[in-house]
């Protein structure tokens, strides 16, 4: 018999029961993923082994440079949830302070480990400058904004002769050398590349579960509510601006590196739309998404290379088939697929 004004609980135990059974799945998915983490890190150590050109091998090293780069905006639009159009501007910076530190057109060559911070910071404070006025703006609106800071970025890289020297670009960029050791072969420099990306993944892995990382994901869900919770949003987002920038200087250091020359035509707003399509089709806030959507944007093209006068149209036609079979991006995150999977139920 129910007594009037008393709720009614069917299974008292029900809330208990699911959180036990949850927490039993995420028990058994461990070991799985490191598994997977294991094997996959082994077959990316060995990708010089069994890749016989220096060609294929400089390809690799190109995909780490946008795995860098994806995992980076991945903060930004993924965990955050803020549309950054611009991100490319964050690169052209990191790479374009490498090469005034570290070649005869200024007559600099410090260190590698002295400029490596430095490639992370000047982007960080960038994006920090550009943040505090304008991470107010939400959508569409934050969208124009940051796609208007990248290209204001690049007619500057692109004006300015006697600073970067202007569409020429600046070469003879230092070979990258750490306690005298030189990264000069495509081989070397991949490893590196590699022991990059590694960390990178730590890093956004560790961010992820932090409160910080919480905190990006109730911004991203509902700023408002996040708000209401006493959350500092604007301060938030400042942060993951700020560490999706960083994380983009250092890619661009890799690049400027590897390819001891940079010009403005490397940092176009195409890049930015390329690294966002990787996010996209990846998974939005998935790390292994972001590496496997830079994978197949990196690989694909060169794949379809035989066929080089129908290759963007094949191109194209593979993206809009992949994203609509799957929406949500061929490794997306849990809380992700939850999303659209509700959607779609209703």
């Not at 799985?32 to 082994?49: D, E, G, H, I, N």
């Not at 400089?58 to 965990?79: D, E, H, K, P, T």
């Not at 990382?213 to 700020?242: P, Q, V, Y």
């Not at 690049?255 to 035509?265: D, K, L």
Request: hydrophobic share 50%.
């Amino acid at each position: 018999m129910n007594v009037p004004g008393e709720s009614v609980v069917s299974d008292p135990a029900g809330p208990v029961r699911r959180a036990w059974s949850e927490a039993k799945g995420i028990a058994a998915l461990r070991p799985m993923r490191m598994t997977s983490l294991v094997v996959f890190a082994a077959a990316a150590a060995t990708v010089p082994l069994w890749v016989g050109s220096n060609y294929l091998i400089r390809v690799a090293v190109v995909a780490c440079i946008y795995i860098m780069l994806s995992l980076g905006l991945n903060i930004v639009v993924g965990f955050c949830g803020l549309l950054d159009l611009g991100y490319v501007a964050f690169y052209a910076i990191g790479a374009y302070t490498y090469a005034f530190l570290a070649s005869p057109h200024f007559g600099l060559h410090l260190p590698w480990l002295v400029i490596l911070p430095l490639c992370a910071l000047v982007p960080a404070i960038f994006g920090i400058l550009l943040g505090t006025p304008t991470l107010r703006l939400r959508g569409d609106y934050l969208a124009i904004v940051t796609l208007g800071f990248g290209e204001i970025v690049r007619l500057f890289i692109n004006n300015l002769d006697r600073l970067t020297n202007g569409p020429k670009g600046i070469a003879n960029l230092d070979t990258v050398s750490i306690a005298g050791f030189k990264f000069g072969s495509p081989t070397r420099y991949y490893y590196l590349a590699l022991v990059f990306v590694a960390l990178m993944v730590v890093a956004i892995r560790r961010l992820g579960d932090s409160r910080i990382g919480r905190a990006w994901g109730a911004i991203r869900e509902d700023e408002l509510a996040a708000k209401a919770m006493g959350l500092n949003t604007h301060s938030l987002k400042l942060r993951a601006f700020a560490t999706g920038a960083a994380f983009a200087g250092i890619a661009g250091l890799m690049f400027a590196g590897f390819q001891s020359f940079v010009s403005p035509e490397s940092f176009t707003f195409g890049e930015s739309v390329i690294i966002f399509c990787m996010i996209t089709l990846g998974g939005m806030g998935s790390i292994p998404g972001a590496i496997l959507g830079s994978l197949v944007l990196v690989i694909l093209p060169e794949v379809l290379r035989p066929v080089a006068d129908y290759r963007y149209l094949l191109y194209g036609l593979l993206l809009i088939l992949v994203m609509t079979m799957r929406p949500q991006g061929l490794w997306p995150n849990k809380q992700r697929r939850r999303e659209l999977t509700e959607r779609a139920e209703r």
